[in-house]
């Protein structure tokens, strides 16, 4: 894939252009193929097929004169409002007032009806003058409503969307962070908002918000809001200073890490493992834990030797496309170096800790023991904004990277 | 570039010179000439401001004897349209060719300029010297000629800063070297004064034209919103036309929709079109190619004659962008933008063409409608039709009690958006026809009506100002013969002409005529018809007026050559206007 344009200037001379591949080449005819049921039934359907398509049209504000759907909204907006005034101290409104926005409703509903009634007829019209269309003609139109139709879905997905919360923590939306979610959309929160905000405003709010969603406007409205950090952390409820637990500590410490992963260990008998333990030591250490061992004197070759791994992530992120790695992140997703903690469901969520050096200078709980000297790490693995894997190599596509040190630890 | 496009440049660019050749020649030597003129009367460029600011085509002695010594008879008023003339030509034939001398060539004459000046340090300016003159002949043959050898190009480039600098010399001889601002003519104060500061602008035809050049160019945009607002307003684009009434209507309601709708406007029609050019949505929609069924607001708009479909309408050039099939076309619109840039040069061509012939429009335009307003302004004040000017003033007061008496009432913004509605759906070409039927229907009786109401109107105000009364003098003037009580009528003349007199002592006649019939009243005066010449007993009175010590008789006041008395009478201000 060639995506840089200045190494496609730079080899321009002496290489050859590869293409793009074309999705919408043209397709055999279907007259052969297709039965001749399906051929009248899809001739039959073509009005209503244009109709749908020029419906989407105008939802998706496609027409290249945005006035029209622009003055069918406004006659959409008159109508809403003769039917549900904005004030709600009626007796404030003049009668006048009250008159022409009737009538204002009313001539706008009589207006997008005819519209709507005229477009059908003329198109009914021109299509018994003009001559019947092609099968491959029908199957095209088909084709852009359904086209139409997916960027419709795509765009108003919501419980997609809601969902859409892997951050890097949890492997799946967490429900608490669902339920928050449904709760802003949901009713409860709503019949606040009418308590505050008039019936009319509100629902003229959703109604035009609606009609407007699919226009490309809104759509790169909504994409360059999503990049203000301050939107994100809205939507995904995760500033900093709301969590208590961020205002104890900034990270889990070794006692915690302990604590909470013991679960992972293994018990390997320790006559077996003991050499292997020592054969790293320096000598130091090797008296170390003979002395250790000295201590629990009764029987200690019953005994088995609890280790532990543990495997801290280091995270980084890249906050323009092309500035250097920072390991500053979103308060919302994993940061710089977190542990993988495995809940009670089977689920695992990724807490933040101590840097790796920090956790190698504490001093370690009762009994337990590094058995590496050092932590262990791997590669950079490169992953896209929202932590999904792309590759072993730094690209494009790439807004953060991890990498995680692992080691081991023994209890006797 | 192509051989073939080179050469036909070369054609196009001979024929455009010789025609400019053909035409400088005169312009250029009447110039000349007009320089040894000035360069022979020191004080002609004086008088040529002079003129110039008064308008008086009369000349000075001083400018009559220099124009006779050069037997051309160039009047002051013919030089300055020659001059105007070949300022205008120059800045158009630099308009005319796109090429323009490029800045190095520029530079080059520019620092020619100087060092031609240091070289010919005796005379004033380079070409009041006979070298100089013989140069800029030379100069100018080579062009006429046209030889073979010599580049066009080079020709080309080097004429046109030649004349310039030429013009900005002989303007710069013939006007001040520091012009007045603007302000001053408004004020009486003193130009002096701010003269000696220094910083004054300098009138030169290079920068003119430069600017002017410039300014045809960025102009297109404000041309472009000029014709929208046409369309606009005449319904040739009726979704727009509503819109805009819809955006008016929201201004009304809440004005700080002015703020608001620029920002939109900023917003989505420039930020968020260059997002989605930078960062496509991914969006994959087909075009269709036919597309059926028309929009029942641009059938109602159009009559019948149905411009826009919807196939027009949607997947025009901005829809196609959106589409995912672009991609593919890129390759090909890069190896298109690659060819010879001789489409754009000609597009660029066409387009200051076109600017330049839509600001000539614009200002003859501001100039008609400054006429009419002018027009107006005077008809309404001068009070030449009393009852006209009468009728317009009693309207305009009755019109100020009313508005200020009922604004507290009116609700704006009804008023005003209704209105606007209403004058846009009046100025719908369709309907404007049906309305103006409508409202004709009753004409008959109301022409009657008007007609009677026009009788009784007549009646309605009266003029009976008194007229404004002056008395005119004239004196008769008696010369003294040979015996002591023999006197001769002489002349009748507004003068005294008492022995301090300045017609007396230069030994002139008085201005005056013979008869009391060649007599006339000021301007804008006549005489009374109830009145005849009076002779004024009073004699000491006026004498004393004037201070005059010399002796009187009856009515007569006498000197040693002549004595004279005073003749009055009675004159009314005629109601017509002095033009």
């Known amino acids: ?412 | 570039m192509s051989e073939s496009s080179t050469s036909r440049r070369n054609t196009s660019r001979d024929a455009v010179k010789s025609y400019f050749a053909g035409k400088y020649n005169k312009v250029l030597d009447s110039i000349l000439e007009a320089e040894a003129a000035i360069s022979r009367s020191p004080n002609v460029a004086e008088d040529l401001l002079e003129s110039s600011a008064s308008g008086n085509s009369e000349m000075s002695q001083a400018s009559l004897a220099a124009s006779s010594a050069t037997n051309q008879g160039i009047s002051k008023k013919e030089l300055l349209q020659q001059i105007a003339g070949s300022l205008l030509s120059t800045s158009i034939e630099r308009l005319k060719t796109t090429q323009s001398p490029d800045a190095s060539s520029m530079l080059e004459y520019s620092e020619d300029a100087p060092y031609e000046e240091q070289e010919c340090g005796d005379c004033d300016g380079p070409f009041k010297c006979p070298v100089h003159l013989g140069q800029a002949a030379a100069y100018y043959d080579d062009d006429i000629d046209a030889e073979p050898a010599l580049e066009a190009t080079t020709s080309n480039t080097e004429r046109d800063p030649f004349i310039d600098v030429f013009l900005d010399k002989l303007i710069s001889r013939l006007v001040p070297e520091k012009l007045p601002e603007r302000e001053h003519f408004s004020s009486n104060a003193t130009i002096e004064h701010d003269l000696d500061t220094g910083r004054v602008p300098v009138f030169s035809a290079t920068v003119l034209g430069s600017n002017f050049k410039k300014l045809s160019k960025k102009m297109g945009s404000i041309f472009e919103l000029q014709d929208s607002i046409v369309r606009l307003l005449t319904w040739r684009n009726p979704t727009g036309t509503v819109t805009s009434l819809i955006i008016f209507t929201l201004i009304c309601f809440n004005p700080m929709y002015l703020v608001i709708l620029p920002i939109f406007r900023f917003i989505y029609g420039i930020v968020v079109p260059g997002y989605i050019r930078r960062h496509p949505l991914q969006r994959s929609i087909y075009p269709l190619k036919r597309n059926h069924g028309s929009s029942l607001l641009y059938d109602v708009c159009y009559e019948g004659k149905n411009e826009y479909t919807y196939g027009q309408q949607f997947f025009s050039k901005s829809f196609m962008d959106t589409l995912e099939s672009r991609n593919q076309e890129k390759d090909e619109i890069s190896e298109l933008d690659k060819r010879p840039e001789n489409t754009q040069e000609l597009k660029h061509g066409m387009k200051v063409l076109i600017n330049l012939r839509d600001m000539q429009d614009m200002t003859s335009g501001t100039l008609h409608v400054i006429d009419t307003i002018n027009n107006f302004l005077r008809k309404a004040s001068s009070f030449q039709n009393e009852g006209h000017s009468t009728k317009r003033f009693f309207a305009g007061f009755l019109l100020i009690a009313v508005l200020k008496i009922l604004s507290p009432f009116v609700n704006w913004s009804y008023t005003f958006s209704i209105s606007a509605w209403c004058l846009l759906i009046y100025m719908h070409p369709k309907a404007h026809p049906k309305i103006i039927k409508f409202f004709q229907k009753g004409k008959v009786e109301k022409e009657y009506k008007n007609l009677k109401r026009k009788e009784n109107q007549t009646y309605n105000m009266i003029f009976d100002e008194k007229p404004e009364i002056k008395y005119i003098e004239i004196f008769e003037i008696y010369k003294k013969g040979l015996l002591p009580n023999d006197w001769k009528f002489f002349k009748l003349s507004s003068s005294i002409f008492d022995p301090l007199d300045s017609y007396r002592r230069a030994q002139q006649f008085p201005p005056g005529v013979d008869s009391l019939q060649d007599v006339i009243p000021p301007p804008g005066w006549i005489f009374d018809p109830n009145f005849e010449w009076k002779i004024d007993a009073d004699v000491e009175r006026w004498v004393t007026e004037r201070g005059l010590n010399l002796p009187t008789t009856d009515d007569f006041l006498l000197d040693p050559m002549f004595k004279r008395r005073r003749l009055i009478h009675r004159v009314i201000k005629s109601s017509k206007q002095v033009t």
């Open chain 1, 1 to 412: 894939m060639d995506t840089n344009p200045k190494a496609s200037v730079l080899s321009e001379n002496k290489k050859f252009k590869a293409r793009f591949i074309h999705n919408h080449g043209q397709k055999p005819s279907f007259i052969q193929i297709t039965p001749p049921m399906i051929s009248s039934v899809l001739f039959h359907a073509y009005p209503l097929l244009i109709i749908i398509d020029n419906a989407l049209a105008n939802i998706m504000w496609l027409s290249d004169d945005k006035c029209l759907p622009f003055i069918y909204l406004t006659s959409v907006w008159l109508i809403i409002s003769s039917f549900i005034p904005t004030e709600t101290n009626v007796s404030r409104i003049l009668p006048f007032s009250k008159l022409l926005s009737l009538w204002l409703g009313f001539i706008s509903g009589i207006f997008l009806l005819l519209s709507f009634m005229y477009y059908v007829i003329s198109l009914l019209t021109s299509l018994r003058n003009a001559e019947p269309p092609t099968l491959d003609e029908i199957v095209v139109l088909l084709e852009s409503v359904l086209g139409k139709l997916e960027v419709l879905r795509d765009e108003l997905n919501v419980w997609k969307k809601l969902k859409t919360s892997f951050n890097g923590v949890n492997k799946k939306c967490s429900n608490k962070r669902l339920f928050l979610r449904l709760f802003l959309v949901g009713t409860v929160f709503q019949i606040i908002i009418i308590r505050y905000i008039s019936v009319g405003a509100y629902a003229r709010f959703f109604i035009i918000s609606a009609l407007v969603y699919h226009s490309t406007s809104f759509q790169a409205t909504l994409r360059l809001l999503w990049r203000f950090t301050l939107v994100r952390n809205f939507y995904h409820m995760g500033i900093k200073n709301f969590k208590i637990s961020n205002w104890l500590s900034n990270g889990l410490t070794m006692d915690q890490i302990i604590i909470l992963t013991q679960d992972s260990s293994i018990i390997v008998p320790l006559v077996e493992f003991l050499p292997l333990l020592l054969q790293n030591k320096k000598d130091e250490d090797h008296i170390q834990i003979l002395q250790l061992l000295n201590e629990q004197k009764e029987g200690f070759e019953d005994h088995g030797l609890k280790i532990l791994e543990i495997e801290v992530h280091e995270n980084q992120r890249k906050w323009h496309r092309n500035k250097h790695w920072s390991t500053l992140l979103l308060p919302y997703e994993r940061q710089n170096f977190s542990i993988e903690i495995k809940n009670a469901d089977g689920s695992s969520t990724m807490r933040s800790c101590l840097s790796t050096h920090d956790l190698g200078e504490e001093e370690l709980p009762n009994d337990w023991h590094w058995i590496n000297n050092d932590w262990d790490g791997t590669d950079w693995v490169y992953s896209d904004s929202y932590w999904r894997e792309t590759g072993r190599y730094d690209s494009l596509e790439s807004f953060t990277r991890s990498r995680r040190w692992r080691r081991r630890l023994f209890h006797l």
